[in-house]
């Protein structure tokens, strides 16, 4: 009984020590450069569930410094905000927020799947309040109702 435990506790102090490895640290950040580098460009909004729930949003635009912008036919910009993601989780986490919903505590958390030039984003929509989540959680497949929104975005042709 006294090698179990030992075991145990020996297991725990090295999951402790590999939360705190700045190795891990630094292999996080790098993977989220990674991801950003390639999200980072013009998507068309191929698809939206429930239709409509992009309401005149034709394309998205997302930045390297982590920022977006929900564009029109046209490429008018309709709004726009800031988003996070971290491809170490499973699914891969996107969350984001308007500029407007920041001011009262809205936020979107979501999950996306990106391969080449498709990208599939699924979010549900709440708000914090006193550090504590107010709404579905966060969605852990890209389906309806669990989800507020699905969307499929194909990269936008850069005309090169």
Request: glycine share 8%.
């Amino acid at each position: 009984m006294k090698l179990v435990l030992s075991t145990l506790v020996v297991f725990a102090l090295g999951l402790g020590v590999m939360a705190d490895d700045p190795n891990t640290k630094d292999a996080k950040s790098r993977a989220i450069k990674q991801s950003v580098e390639a999200l980072v460009g013009t998507w068309e909004i191929v698809a939206a569930q429930p239709p409509g729930s992009t309401k005149e949003a034709k394309q998205l635009d997302f930045r390297k410094n982590h920022t977006y912008a929900a564009l029109d036919a046209k490429t008018n910009e309709l709004w726009a905000g800031t988003f996070d993601l971290d491809p170490t989780e499973t699914p891969k986490v996107l969350d984001h927020r308007s500029n407007e919903s920041q001011k009262t505590g809205g936020d979107a958390l979501g999950i996306y799947e990106l391969d080449g030039d498709e990208l599939k984003v699924c979010c549900v929509v709440g708000t914090w309040k006193e550090k504590r989540w107010t709404g579905k959680p966060r969605p852990t497949e890209f389906k309806l109702p669990a989800a507020d929104v699905v969307l499929e975005l194909r990269r936008a042709k850069t005309g090169k």
